[in-house]
């Protein structure tokens, strides 16, 4: 049953230069598949790649800081249309004009950010889509500010523990379970941050996958079900480029099949995904009752400019599998 997705994932392993691998589906709540190859860098002698490898997931962290912003929201301590410059007195008024928090979450908000630091626009908000950073920072200050400490610590309190997590977490230095970034195929490296907060997001698998399952299964009595409904539901403004992709807070969500989209256009109205850019990758399709999770180490996703073909292919697969 699961031959053609283990097929695709070993052979854009190969393709990429990845070290290792890890494919794992949860369906109606348990383990249907878990699946593991390669090792932990190309270093010689480097470990196996098992179920308690940690991937730095990279920008698939989004999601976990989606779920804090989307707490906030629920909790009354902002909305998402408010304007920003309520709460980055720091920026230029005039360059943040109309954006508001629901621009800043679902990648519509037309900022951009200079090497210098300068923050410019690109588009106006609300207008067109772009992925940039620093959206991300800005949010990630924000919920830090909101709440008194850093959005990983409040996770860690209030998802984490609670769900028995032990393999999820920001690291600051190496450790033998966690698997090496490979940047090309001749070195390897795990990257390094001094204060935890930044892209060093580290999962096993398993972990990741029930990251996924606590949103499919509104919050388990954890995390309060309408806190999931915001995080995973359109929020997107209406484009008038019906190509641009649909986001909930950071989620890549199916709304119509839109050809920029992650999401291929076989998968169901309502599935939603994340992916980092070294190549982990969460998809959660409701209507199935599926989770599936998929970890790769190699930075930057294989087909260059038409790394999307792939993605969609990839999710159509899972489609079709169920």
Known sequence: MFLKLITYIEDIN??????GAAL???KDNKIVLEHYSGYHSNAKNSRPIDETSQFNVASARK???GLVIAYALYEGKMNLDDLAVQYFKHIDKEVLGKTTIGHLVTHSHGLHQQEDGTIFREFAPG???AYRGINVLMMTELVNRLYGKSFPKLLEERVFKPLGFTETAWQTKP???LVAVVDDPASYKVGQTNN???SNLHTSAREFAQWGNLHLNNGMGIVPKEVIQLATEVQSPPFKNKDLPQNGLFWFVQGTPAKHSELGERVPKGSYQILGVTGPTLLVIPEYNVVVAKMFNKRYN????NYLHYLREFSNLVADTF
């Open 302 to 305: 294989y087909g260059g400019s």
């Open 24 to 26: 794992l589906i949860i």
């Open 127 to 129: 207008e067109s889509w």
């Open 175 to 177: 450790n033998e379970k």
């Open 196 to 198: 935890g907060m930044d």
């Open 14 to 19: 190969k393709l990429n230069h990845s070290s």
């Open 63 to 65: 999601s976990y800081l």
